[in-house]
T-cell receptor, first 112, second 111 residues
Framework: KQEVTQIPAALSVPEGENLVLNCSFT??????LQWFRQDPGKGLTSLLL?????REQTSGRLNASLDKSSGRSTLYIAASQPGDSATYLC???????????FGQGTTLQVKP | KAGVTQTPRYLIKTRGQQVTLSCSPI?????VSWYQQTPGQGLQFLFE???????NKGNFPGRFSGRQFSNSRSEMNVSTLELGDSALYLC??????????FGSGTRLTVV
């Protein structure tokens, strides 16, 4: 049974700092991994998608890496801004079906 | 292109009632999935529909059901509502190997 864990659960940093969010999964046989952002009371916004054959993806100040053998993914946020404050969720898709397994999320606060 | 549209945005229902939520996927997407999000359990998979057929189902009681229409729009129904059904219900669609796009959700409060 696939399990996804995200650490830390919460993180508070000053503006401008570079930071790393971690996601680990127990079954390395994944189809892809997706990082999402969720603002309070809102839906999920997709940030990055990494296919199982890829090692990393980049979008602006965001970079996500994937190491299937160790069951880990990291989301790197460069030069953090107050607008980055949100909950970040990692989700693993194990097959070509619709079931995503989510971690509990990391709630990020970036202080001005 | 238009995103995933969920209606209504908010609902307040009484215990014992039933509720129907609607989801319109991105045009061309044939797969629609539903998730329940609560503070205690996080995001949990309810079910997935593909071409009007339920392809996958999570561990929820039979009070939770869904369907998909020929235009890929999906509905989710919860019967005999319980207080614990209060949650944010999220719908997501995908066209295949691409990632999932989520809607803004329906906030259901059961009183």
């Amino acid at each position: 049974k696939q399990e996804v864990t995200q650490i830390p659960a919460a993180l508070s940093v000053p503006e401008g700092e570079n930071l790393v969010l971690n996601c680990s999964f127990t079954d390395s046989a994944i189809y892809n991994l997706q990082w999402f952002r969720q603002d309070p009371g809102k839906g999920l916004t997709s940030l990055l998608l990494i296919q199982s054959s890829q090692r990393e993806q980049t979008s602006g100040r965001l970079n996500a890496s994937l190491d299937k053998s160790s069951g880990r993914s990291t989301l790197y946020i460069a030069a953090s801004q107050p607008g980055d404050s949100a909950t970040y969720l990692c989700a693993v898709r194990s097959g070509n079906t619709g079931k995503l397994i989510f971690g509990q999320g990391t709630t990020l606060q970036v202080k001005p | 292109k238009a995103g995933v549209t969920q209606t209504p945005r908010y609902l307040i229902k009484t215990r014992g009632q039933q509720v129907t939520l609607s989801c319109s996927p991105i045009s061309g997407h044939r797969s629609v999935s539903w998730y329940q999000q609560t503070p205690g359990q996080g995001l949990q998979f309810l079910f997935e529909y593909f071409s009007e057929t339920q392809r996958n189902k999570g561990n929820f009681p039979g009070r939770f059901s869904g369907r998909q229409f020929s235009n890929s729009r999906s509905e989710m129904n919860v019967s005999t509502l319980e207080l614990g059904d209060s949650a944010l219900y999220l719908c997501a669609s995908t066209g295949g190997a691409e990632g999932y796009t989520f809607g803004s959700g329906t906030r259901l409060t059961v009183v």
